[in-house]
């Protein structure tokens, strides 16, 4: 039987199904899908647009984009993080692609480097609210997990209109320059290159790092030529003031002066080729050959409907994820509307938590799949007690409606053995990854290592819905609302523009549902097609391993 303590999971999807009306109906959906995500991404990789990149070019500048590809080792990938940021937001200053900076790991030099790129196309890289917030959450990844940092540097400063969104507060434009220091200290390798603008407080990261360059007709200093006549009545160019050969020969700022940025880009090479490789956490010594799953990625396409109308069996999804589609499940008969497990995922051993969406019936009654019942709970918090005296990571995959509700259910203790759940996954010191396969709403966002979590990443797929309760309930919650306001005006609504006033709320509500949404907001740092789901688990558990640190596990008063 799937799922049993047998070590390999045997699928029970036959082949004659794949030719059924409930797959194809999948599929088809999902192609759809797939299809409308691909094409937003491409819009956003066109930053600026076909003019933003020709004035680059005509600077003699290199775009972000083609800045990356040329520092990657030849054959590699970029894994970009955060793309969706700033989508449908700022578009009454004429959008943010991406947010204005490019953010994603990359191998140079054999090695995983961070690389944060400044989209110059885009308002010149101007800083966004959400660039900042994109650049802090690049920086969190690399401080986490000991990545080292490469910044690109080519920003026109703060976006003015907006200042009072990116200067002042904690998770604003200074801290950027706060995790620079705390990543100095320790130890994590940061290198700057400047290859355009670098203006006011701005030019304070690059100078931050270790180690600095600069390309010529590029420009530091805290403020410009124009800003300078006007503050002290002097009058200087911008060589003068802030030029690549000045700060090389006269301030001393710059450690390397280059001539372009292609000069820069083979500087850079060079220098992370001196870097030693660095000491991998003790999970990721034993790292074993990673053996393919037995079954293709491919079929998750028919096997689950992306608007989470049908149930499926969350040991099909681990089957083609896992290496060999070995599983070895911990508890498999309690608490079954939560899957826990051991596994290896491109070789690195993990321990997965996640919802089981098959309907349940036990003991005289029916357990839903995507709730987590009270034995569900105490069964995934002592799983992360296990797993964090392993000391392995922990995969949380997620499609959960919230916890049960009920007489029963209140009477069972599921508030007190809910918060023992949270408990565990917020005390918990193994790197967490969490992957949002459907729904992540309520409180089971929280439980299973949602963003206020700490997970050291987050992913979605484009079937993910983001909420604290799903479109139809939400929408006549707010129906009941917005009528009883109605009434208290003196109006009494026809059944027709009750009608109306529901599917409009309803709406506005779903709108907010798409990961794209959440994407923009940097609730996750990427949506990623199933299909490709175990290549990127895999990056990021290499990611993982850079940091050898092992913190104690401790888990305070703990809820029994």
Known sequence: MLGQPTSRLESKL?????????YKANKDAWVALVRDFKESLERVRQGGGPKAVERQHKKGRLTARE?????????TEFYELMAFAGWGMYEEWGGAPAGGVITGLGQIQGQTWMIIANDATVKAGAFFPITAKKVIRAQTIALENRIPTLYLVDSAGVFLPLQDEVFPDQDDFGRIFYLNARMSALGIPQISAIMGNCVAGGAYLP??????????????YLAGPALVKAAIG????SEELGGARMHFEVSGTVDFYEPSDEAAIERIRKLIALYPPPRLAPWAEGRKEPKEPLYPAEDLYGLI???????????EVIARLVDGSEFLEYKGGYGETLVTGFARIGGFPVGIVGNQRLVLKKKGRIEVGGVI?????DKAARFILEVNQMGIPLLFLQDVTGFMVGKESEQAGIIRRGAKLVNAVSNSVVPKITLILGGSFGAGNYALAGKAYAPRF???????????????QAAKTLLELEVEKLKREGKEPSDEELKELYERIKGRYEETLDPRYAAARLWVDGVIFPHETRKWLIRALEACALNPEREPFRTGVFQV
Not at 14 to 22: D, H, L, Q, S, T
Not at 234 to 237: A, L
Not at 373 to 377: G, H, I, L, P, R
């Open 458 to 472: 987050i992913f979605a797929w484009p079937s993910a819905k983001y909420a604290v309760m799903g479109g139809a």
């Open 234 to 237: 002097q009058e200087v160019t």
């Open 14 to 22: 036959r082949p004659e199904e794949r030719e059924g009306p409930v």
């Open 207 to 220: 100078v931050m790092t270790d180690v600095l360059l600069m390309t010529e007709g590029s420009g530091l």
């Open 373 to 377: 019942y009270a034995e569900a709970a």
């Open 305 to 315: 409907a992306p608007d989470g109308s049908r149930p499926y069996d969350l040991r």
């Open 67 to 75: 800045r990356i590809a040329r520092l990657l080792d030849p054959g």
